[in-house]
């Protein structure tokens, strides 16, 4: 028996004017997860990869809901066709309601807004908020320099090691969410060091 599917979280860009790449591997990841069973929820825009992988999940006949603040949404940047539109008072609730009702966090390429939610799930982890999967989907090799800066932070002792964990870098779609499908929690670990000196 298969499992159920579960509830996605999908950081994006929402710009269209980047390599036809990255919006590519937006729409097949959109498409796996609804031939997976697996319902999405982003933060509702229609254009960039926020658009594509929203597309894709309807290509194969699964479950969008986009969640927007109407600041945004009165900009009609907003994916009218998703089955389920939230619209919410601000950012801070946006970001909120897709933290709540997600299994787990998909991080496409984006700018400053994707990063932002990515490190705010990733430090809600550290601190054991949740033990929810985090990937992030490096098209390109786009997440490259963050990896980096991860292995710096590591090294200078501003992050543990084991944090390194915390986050699952993937090459392609199918790597992101056979992650998740076989993703089980690690015991959580304290954020703060021992003094070194």
Same mark, same amino acid.
């Given at each position: 028996m298969a499992a159920p599917g579960k509830t996605l979280c999908v950081y994006a860009a929402s710009s269209d004017a980047v390599d036809p790449a990255y919006l590519d591997a937006a729409g097949e990841l959109g498409g796996a997860m609804a031939?997976?069973?697996?319902?999405?929820?982003?933060?509702?825009?229609?254009?960039? @990869?926020?658009?594509?992988?929203?597309?894709?999940?309807?290509?194969?006949?699964?479950?969008?809901?986009?969640?927007?603040p109407e600041k945004l949404d009165a900009k009609d940047l907003a994916y009218r066709e998703a089955d389920e539109l939230i619209v919410t008072t601000g950012m801070r609730e946006r970001k909120a309601i897709m933290e709540d009702r997600a299994d787990a966090f998909i991080t496409l390429?984006?700018?400053?807004?994707? @990063?932002?939610? @990515?490190?705010?799930? @990733?430090?809600?982890k550290q601190l054991a908020y949740h033990e929810k999967p985090i990937v992030l989907l490096n098209t390109r090799q786009f997440f490259e320099p963050l990896r980096l800066l991860i292995d710096h932070l590591v090294v200078e002792r501003f992050v543990k090691p084991s944090h390194r964990s915390l986050c699952h870098f993937a090459d392609t779609p199918t790597e992101a969410l056979d992650y998740i499908t076989h993703y089980e929690a690690a015991?959580?670990?304290?954020?703060?060091?021992?003094?070194k000196y």
């Open positions: 031939r997976a069973g697996h319902t999405l929820i982003y933060g509702a825009g229609h254009m960039g @990869l926020m658009g594509a992988v929203a597309r894709g999940v309807h290509a194969e006949g699964g479950h969008v809901t986009g969640v927007i390429p984006g700018g400053f807004g994707t @990063l932002e939610e @990515l490190l705010e799930v @990733l430090v809600l015991p959580a670990e304290g954020k703060w060091f021992e003094p």
